[in-house]
């Protein structure tokens, strides 16, 4: 199973580039059989650009989450604590074997979908 997460393109471009080893959430899909992400890069982009395996998904009081992924977060601490700002927990998706498309994909045209506000299943 597959879901499509809309990742900002800044974010979207370090997990292809191998600097961003974890996508951070306020809440994650209840569907456990989740193997794969389909990354939809957002505005000003606006288009699927690759996908990768889900690793592990770590759940945990903020503080331990960023301590345990700050390395490879892709992101600085403010930004974290901003993005989990009225939170205890928080979400963090381990990102392995990432694949690029050599020709990003139309949401509309490829897959007949608007973009999610957090993820969408795919089938």
Known sequence: MKVLLSIKPEFANKIFEGTKLF?????????TNVKK???YASSPV?????????????????EELWNE???????????????????????AIKIKNQRKYKHPKSLKDDYNLLPPQSFLYLS
């Open 23 to 31: 996508e951070f959430r306020r809440s994650i899909f209840k569907n």
């Open 37 to 39: 992400v389909v990354v």
């Open 46 to 62: 606006q288009k699927v650009i690759g996908e990768f395996e889900i690793d592990f998904i770590l759940k945990s009081k903020l």
């Open 69 to 91: 992924t700050q390395e490879f977060s892709g992101i600085t601490r403010e930004y974290f604590f901003q993005y989990f700002s009225n939170k205890e927990e928080g979400f």
